[in-house]
């Protein structure tokens, strides 16, 4: 599958643009984690850091969200279906499952790991962005973002526990892990209306 037959998945799935913008974001990170993490790969072991099939799990992660009625027990199981009917790979349809605890609570390899903390993430930075008077990422720094990681009433919404997983799973520090992410976001800040 390519980026372009994914985004057109995704775009034939999710009605809401908001969370056409979530997908676009957490794709960014992704394709900045799968950079981040090749270039200590020696250090990790073999794996496959492959930008685009990291982008792809980022932008399809919650493409099925609104057809299943935001059910947990059943999130991620439409579109893993879809996409194993257009033959994509498994490790991509397995790291789609990986952020829902409900679907599959292991993560197995830094695919899964990565994505299970960049979609909470990705959200706790768009909210940074939002109470800024022009509403723009531009303004957001890795500060401001930390600071309001440990207000657990901003962004309630945004597990904190599965963004701190950066540092166990990803041998990121929460600090490095919120820059990745915050530069990734700045970078597709027009696609994100921020």
Not at 35 to 50: I, P, Y
Not at 101 to 119: F, G, H, M, Q, T
Not at 187 to 192: D, F, N, R
Request: hydrophobic share 40%.
């Amino acid at each position: 599958m390519t980026r372009e037959e994914a985004y057109q998945l995704l775009t034939e799935m999710v009605e809401s643009k908001n969370l056409v913008r979530h997908g676009l974001a957490v794709e960014a990170i992704m394709k900045a984690l799968a950079r981040e993490l090749r270039v200590k790969s020696s250090e990790l072991g073999v794996e496959n850091f492959d930008e685009e099939e990291w982008g792809i799990v980022g932008l399809l992660h919650d493409a099925d969200y609104e057809v299943t009625n935001k059910d947990p027990k059943m999130h991620t199981l439409e579109i893993s279906r879809l996409l194993r009917e257009k033959g994509v790979s498994e490790r991509i349809v397995k790291a789609i499952q990986a952020h829902s605890d409900e679907i599959k609570p292991n993560r197995e390899n830094y695919l899964e790991k990565a994505v299970y903390a960049a979609d909470e993430l990705s959200g706790l930075i768009t909210a940074c962005a939002l109470v800024q008077p022009d509403k723009k990422l531009a303004v957001v720094t890795v500060e401001s973002v930390l600071k309001k990681f440990k207000s657990p009433s901003f962004a309630a919404g945004a597990k904190r526990e599965n963004i701190l997983t950066c540092e166990k799973d990803l041998e990121i520090p929460l600090e490095e892990f919120v820059k990745i992410a915050l530069v990734a976001m700045q970078g597709v800040a027009s696609e994100l209306g921020l």
